[in-house]
């Protein structure tokens, strides 16, 4: 069947259905196309599950440590992975079937349910219907790629899909990519009773972040039994009877690690293979990533493109921030860009990282004279009275200028108290007006002043 429509959203990930909102709510007409799961990624395979998973490994690893806050427990203390799991799709499950409903339910909206391939630039089959509009919002993300090493497809192997959908603890995981989604899986599982290896080609875990930070990233995981094998440079797979045999080739320590499971973590891919790019002249970059401008239009007229399929950001609120800017510059009259954005992002492990903006190493290399300031989490009153003082916090000031280049907080609370840096950030006020605002004690906050007020430098 043939339909026009205002506008076409492809993807119910984490733009395309506030767009068909704002959409819809201005009177277009709207059809929203998603293929697999209502909320996309996010919210089935990424954040919700593994947060809620974190949450899960966190209370087992407090209740172990119970004696060390003067709390008795009786009796063994273990996962049960089929009421963790339970746990995780229901929350997982509440998501997903609110956000089809709110679709399904609103004015001036059709869902289509299929996958939506280009016709033409105004046209898209999905199934046997061909939609057609003369505006199109492309969100249609990403999922895991699995790399070709060497005997890869003689071994089973899971993704942060199909590992969420284990209901017994693997005895060894061998977690390929030490990275932000293969460190959170690494400690929660840890934490749930399995064995860990961490295998990772670049010489640290989180290589692109500072030394320090990765530095204690791996004292973390080191203090829990987590195995790190770093620069494993030629990675490969064999079966050994029930047993799975990387090879890692690092420069020191076994050739080689055997474990029960392997979890592949090695980045993602956008889902732009599929589309039906060529037919209209969709310009995609060499890794497939849809090329738009600061405002995420694309090279086609009328054909915009949303959240992590045009590369410029690879997180949930990066996504939300471009149908913020998608919607307010057609709807609105206002010129935002992704280019005002500030890079921001969390690592999910206890203790959390938070990260804005530039690293020390960024900062240096961009060849500005900095100063900075930092202070180990033992130096924190709050983390101290948690019992978990792991960590360090640091900022990295401008110091021409004064601004707040970048900032990091690896420690209890550390995603929530790097907000301070970023929205100071986002005002463009220099550090001194952070540096002397009072914050409430006992918190890890109440340091940012402090650490501010000791900057060293310049660097
Ligand atoms: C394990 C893991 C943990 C993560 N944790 C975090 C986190 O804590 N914080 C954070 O900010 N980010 C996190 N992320 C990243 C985050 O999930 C993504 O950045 C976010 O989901 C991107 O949203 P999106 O809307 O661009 O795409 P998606 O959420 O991937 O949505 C795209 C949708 O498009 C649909 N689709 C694709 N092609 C078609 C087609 N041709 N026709 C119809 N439908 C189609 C897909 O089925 C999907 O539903 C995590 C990711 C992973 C994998």
């Known amino acids: 069947m043939n339909k026009n429509f205002d506008a076409i959203v492809v993807g119910a990930g984490q733009a395309g259905p506030s767009m068909v909102q704002r959409l819809a709510t201005a009177g277009m007409s709207v059809a929203i196309v998603e293929r697999h799961l209502f909320g996309g990624t996010c919210v089935n395979t990424g954040c919700t599950p593994t947060k809620t998973l ?4 966190e209370v087992i690893h407090q209740a172990r440590r119970g004696s060390e806050y003067g709390i008795r427990i009786e009796g063994p203390i273990s996962a049960d992975m089929r009421a963790v799991k339970a746990r995780k799709d229901r929350i997982v499950g509440t998501s997903r079937t609110e956000l089809e409903s709110w679709l399904r339910e609103m004015n001036n909206c059709t869902v289509y349910k299929g996958h939506a391939r280009f016709e033409s630039a105004h046209e898209l089959r999905v199934g046997d219907d061909l939609i057609a509009a003369d505006k199109i919002f492309l969100n249609v ?14 071994v089973p192997y899971l993704t942060n899909t199909s590992i969420l959908d284990l209901e017994v603890l693997p005895r060894h995981l061998l977690i390929v990519g030490g990275s932000y989604i293969g460190l959170e899986f690494a400690q929660m599982f840890r934490r749930f009773g399995s064995e860990v290896t961490v295998i990772e080609k670049g010489p640290h875990l989180l290589w692109r972040e500072d030394a320090d930070i990765c530095g ?78 600061d405002q995420l239009r694309t090279n086609v007229p009328g054909i915009w493109a949303l959240g992590d399929c045009n590369g410029k950001g690879a997180f949930t609120h990066t996504a939300y921030n471009d149908f913020e800017i998608a919607a307010q510059n057609l709807l609105d009259g206002r010129s935002r860009r ?122």
């Open 54 to 57: 974190v949450a899960s490994a």
């Open 141 to 154: 993300g990403g999922r895991a790629i699995v790399p070709e090493m060497p005997g890869i497809d003689s």
């Open 216 to 293: 204690a990233i791996e004292s973390i995981f080191a203090n829990e039994g987590i195995i790190v094998r770093t620069e494993a440079e030629c990675v490969r797979f064999a079966r050994r009877g029930e047993d799975i045999v990387a090879g890692v080739n690092c420069a020191s320590g076994e050739p080689e690690v055997v474990g029960s499971h392997v979890l592949l973590a090695v980045g993602r891919r956008p889902n732009t293979d599929d589309l039906g790019v060529e037919k209209v002249g969709l310009k995609i970059d060499a890794r497939g990533y849809l090329e738009v401008d």
């Open 338 to 459: 992704v280019s005002d954005r500030i890079a921001c992002y969390g690592l999910f492990i206890d203790p959390p990282l938070g990260r804005v903006g530039m690293s020390e190493t960024q900062a240096r290399a961009s060849k500005r004279r900095i100063r900075v300031g930092q202070r180990p989490m033992t130096r924190v009153k709050r983390a101290v009275e948690k019992g978990n003082s792991q960590g360090l916090m640091k900022v990295i000031v401008d110091a021409d200028t004064n601004e707040i280049l970048g900032a990091a907080v690896l420690g209890p609370g550390g995603d929530e108290a790097v907000h301070a840096f970023l929205d100071t950030m986002s005002a463009r006020a220099p550090y001194t007006t952070l540096r002397d605002t009072v914050h409430i004690h006992p918190t890890v906050s109440e340091l940012i002043p402090t650490i501010l007020g000791e900057l060293q430098g310049p660097l």
